[in-house]
């Protein structure tokens, strides 16, 4: 507890260690190259199942094709990181964990406004290159949008 503040208001990455920060942009590139392809299978397992659907349903299900892989990001960073390892599979895999600003845990709903502002970030041409260079302007290397969510990704070891 700082002067005054309540500990919920306490600024979390600025207390972080050196090491707890090492490695983290290139462990979150191999951690997102992990989740993609997760997501990627994910994602055609649905394919199969609403395309089969679709005959069924005289292709009404077909229409929700569009909206799958979306959704199945969303749900799979939004369950992943508000569970017990604080994390993706992924993240998992490189040693990473993501929490809010003040150290708690992320919810499932930090972590899906997390992964959208990730998934905007890069279909807007110009939101690319400045998150990426956010990342290594800071002392946290947070991209810009951990930043607006309220997230910091550390080494959770």
């Not at 009404?60 to 959704?71: A, D, G, N, R, T």
């Not at 970030?121 to 400045?130: N, R, T």
Request: glycine share 6%; charged share 10%.
């Amino acid at each position: 507890m700082s002067e005054g503040r309540p500990e919920s208001q306490i600024i979390w990455p600025a207390q972080l260690p050196f090491v707890a920060l090492a490695g983290v942009r290139t462990r979150r590139i191999f951690a997102l190259l992990i989740d993609l392809f997760l997501i990627s299978i994910l994602f055609w397992a649905f394919f199969i199942v609403f395309a089969v659907l679709g005959i069924v349903t005289f292709g009404l299900s077909w229409f929700l094709i569009p909206v799958l892989y979306p959704l199945i990001a969303i749900i799979y960073n939004g369950a992943s990181i508000s569970g017990p390892r604080m994390g993706t599979p992924g993240m998992a895999m490189m040693d990473l964990e993501m929490r809010r600003n003040d150290g708690t845990p992320a919810n499932f709903w930090v972590a899906a406004a997390h992964v959208i502002l990730f998934y905007v970030s890069w279909a807007v041409a110009l939101l690319a290159p400045i998150n990426l260079l956010t990342s290594l302007l800071n002392n946290d290397k947070r991209c810009l949008h951990d930043i607006v969510a309220g997230v910091v990704v550390t080494r959770s070891a």
